[in-house]
């Protein structure tokens, strides 16, 4: 009998997956706004450097300031377009809060994979003497930076989906409870960047691993408490 509940619930999950992905598909409004923000950001500090190069360390801030603020221009819109197209209640109808939140986060971590790829891409063509020396440590941190980072947006989302003031209360709610990943990820990336061992880095992926599992923990139990409100 369990087996069957989870596969029906597994089933409603890549139900609600599939909708936002046909959805973003169709107005690609996400994609666009973080895009366009990543292209005008990396151009800009392109230019500002000009042949300078930049040292590990500011050049791995650098990275994440660009991924905290690209994030913030899109990942909102897993639960604000559904208060703004009308949607929610039938949602709220069709499906289970396990199925909602874990839908919604598995599209976030797919949004934050794609946008995070496109902008370290970008970050490296247009920036000038910036070498990984490190890919394992690098990718890793990347992996587990784009999973923190879609778990943490995904419940603040929710969160801030009924609010009038949507866009500004998102990036300032986000940016304490992503603090401690946005130091780790800083972290990570310049030991990559040095060209550091993959043990060395160990304890950083340790924390961002941990607070992987504390914010969708966390998150699960207090979605249907928001998601119902």
């Given amino acids: 009998m369990s087996s069957v509940s989870g596969v029906k619930i597994f089933r409603k999950i890549v139900a609600v997956l599939e909708k936002d992905v046909k959805s973003e598909l169709k107005t690609r409004y996400a994609l666009n706004a973080m895009l366009m923000f990543v292209l005008t950001t990396v151009s800009m500090i392109a230019f500002a450097t000009a042949d300078e190069k930049l040292t590990n360390g500011l050049a791995a801030g650098i990275l994440w300031i660009i991924l905290f603020f690209s994030a913030m221009m899109g990942l909102s819109k897993s639960f604000v377009a559904e208060e703004e197209r009308g949607t929610i209640l039938l949602l709220q109808l069709t499906s289970t809060g396990t199925a909602v939140y874990f839908g919604k986060l598995l599209f976030n971590v797919l949004l934050t994979m794609i946008l995070y790829g496109l902008a370290v891409m970008m970050f490296f063509f247009f920036v000038n003497g910036v070498v990984i020396k490190s890919p394992a440590v690098f990718w890793t941190s990347f992996l587990l930076g784009s999973v923190a980072t879609a778990s943490a947006t995904t419940i603040i989302a929710a969160i801030i989906a009924k609010a009038n003031t949507k866009g500004a209360l998102f990036p300032v709610l986000s940016f304490p409870v992503l603090l401690p990943l946005i130091l780790s990820g800083v972290e990570t990336t310049y ?39």
């Fill in 191 to 229: 030991q990559a960047l040095s060209g550091v061992a993959f043990e060395q880095a160990r304890n950083n992926f340790q924390i961002i691993g941990s607070y992987i599992v504390v914010v969708v923990t966390v998150s699960f139990l207090l979605f249907d408490f928001v998601w119902k409100e």
